[in-house]
DNA sequence: TTGACATATCGCGGTATTACGATATGATGT
DNA sequence: ACATCATATCGTAATACCGCGATATGTCAA
């Protein structure tokens, strides 16, 4: 895990809310769900078009911050259909938060 | 504290590298200490030019790049004489800790 | 196959960061 | 007052980031 790209990844308000609101998808997205074929929970996480509503930027904007999100490792993809869901990758923000708190 | 400000500064290799040293300023900056009225024992933290000799940057790099950290709150600053002596700020690196173990 | 939709990629102008040398400020000793 | 040393600030060219519209790719439905 690349701790610089991790930390210019976050160094983004943008980013950093995106990565904020996916604690609690079911909260903060209200509107996704109901995709065909997707259960309801989203526990798969949040497609780009509704992280792009709620973030207020356009889509090509909102498509290239989530590809930095996950390429230094903080969000993991999967596609489904037309849609790309977005999830945390949990292990990998604890492996930063250890880093932080330890070595750091 | 602004996170924003803090991990800008945390996404550049030497300033994280810095920090680092900063752990533990006798074994990374032997050559310190010896200051007409500075303790040996670097408690009070390390100069400037420690600092640019052992990351191989110069000395208006040196400077601004302990400024940026210092700005937002990761390290402490104090003048002795000629020479500004730089040390962690352990409350603020505490309280990132906590932001990225527990909101992020 | 064609059209519609979601997302990804490209290209751009604007802005910020990077790292430096040159210079200014501040402190010390003579 | 003066020279010297440590640090801070200024001005800079090169590089990277920002956010967008335009366009390309991929997927489904008819």
Redesign the pocket.
């Given at each position: 895990m690349d701790m610089i790209e991790t930390f210019?990844a976050l160094?983004?308000?943008?980013r950093l809310q995106i990565l904020m609101w996916l604690k609690d998808p079911e909260a903060n997205f209200p509107e996704q769900g109901g995709h065909?074929g997707v259960p309801d929970d989203l526990k798969g996480g949040v497609?780009?078009?509704?992280i792009?509503n709620k973030a207020?930027?356009?889509?090509?904007?909102?498509?290239?911050?989530?590809?930095?999100l996950q390429r230094c490792g903080l969000l993991l993809?999967e596609?489904?259909?037309?849609?790309?869901?977005f999830r945390r990758n949990e292990e990998a923000i604890t492996e930063l938060a250890q880093f932080v708190g330890g070595e750091l």
């Open positions: 210019k160094s983004n308000p943008t065909p497609c780009v078009g509704s792009r207020g930027i356009s889509q090509s904007t909102a498509s290239q911050y989530l590809d930095v993809s596609r489904h259909g037309k849609w790309t869901y």
